[in-house]
């Protein structure tokens, strides 16, 4: 089966860094993205990551290991505003996008 | 660019009616448009997705007589439930993927349903 697996919780404090990570086990692989959604709103395009290596944008940055079924997402000078649920999605064989549960980023000040 | 509008925002309905649901590409031509169903605290749940002109494709567990989509444009998509009971209470989420080699999904705002 189909699989992705990401923490359920995680907790930081307001200027420090956090690490997201992702583990999957798909049938196929054509990509991973990260999506960022606030309780109670749509989710929001992050990144997409298909090529191993680091994508950084802003304070966001993105990792893909394709050998390991493994990405991870990281955060830099967190603000409260980046308290969400963090989502992590893999585009199957078919063009599926495979959905983690989520994890949820408390912001402590 | 790549906005998704989803019309209501929310709803409240009595059990036993039905209520349509709209999304659509304000600003791109969406050749697959997807609906989604999220219930607190868990993940999106894919329901269906539909193609301009042909029938949707439901996931494994999703009434189609229940919930009935119509892909009647490039721009616009339809959900309505049927028959709605308490248990159909979610949030529904559609996306939009244009006919590109993109495989980004833009989400919709979401619409809030609520069963009573």
């Known amino acids: 089966g189909q699989n992705i697996d990401q923490p359920t919780e995680m907790t930081a404090t307001e200027g420090a860094i956090v690490q997201i990570n992702c583990t999957y086990q798909t049938s196929g692989f054509n990509g991973l993205f990260w999506y960022q959604q606030h309780a109670g709103e749509a989710p929001t395009f992050l990144s997409y990551n298909v090529l191993d290596g680091l994508e950084e944008k802003g304070r966001f940055s993105s990792f893909l290991s394709r050998s390991k079924g493994y990405s991870y997402l990281l955060l830099k000078e967190l603000q409260m505003k980046d308290s969400a649920s963090y989502l992590c999605a893999v585009l199957d064989s078919n063009y599926q996008l495979i959905w983690g549960a989520g994890t949820k980023l408390i912001i402590k000040p | 660019g790549a906005v998704v509008s989803q019309h209501p925002s929310w709803v409240i309905c009595k059990s036993g009616t039905s209520v349509k649901i709209e999304c659509r590409s304000l600003?791109?031509?969406?050749?697959?448009m997807f609906w989604y169903r999220q219930f607190p605290k868990q993940s999106l749940m894919l329901m269906a997705t539909s193609n301009e002109g042909s029938k949707a494709t439901y996931e494994q567990g999703v009434e189609k007589d229940k919930f009935l989509i119509n892909h009647a444009s490039l721009t616009l998509s339809t959900l309505t439930v049927t028959s709605a009971h308490p248990e159909d209470s979610s949030f529904y989420i559609c996306?939009?993927?244009?006919?590109?080699?993109?495989?980004?999904?833009?989400f919709g705002p979401g619409t809030r349903l609520t069963v009573t």
């Open positions: 996306s939009a993927r244009p006919g590109t080699d993109s495989y980004e999904q833009y």
């Open positions: 600003d791109f031509q969406a050749t697959t």
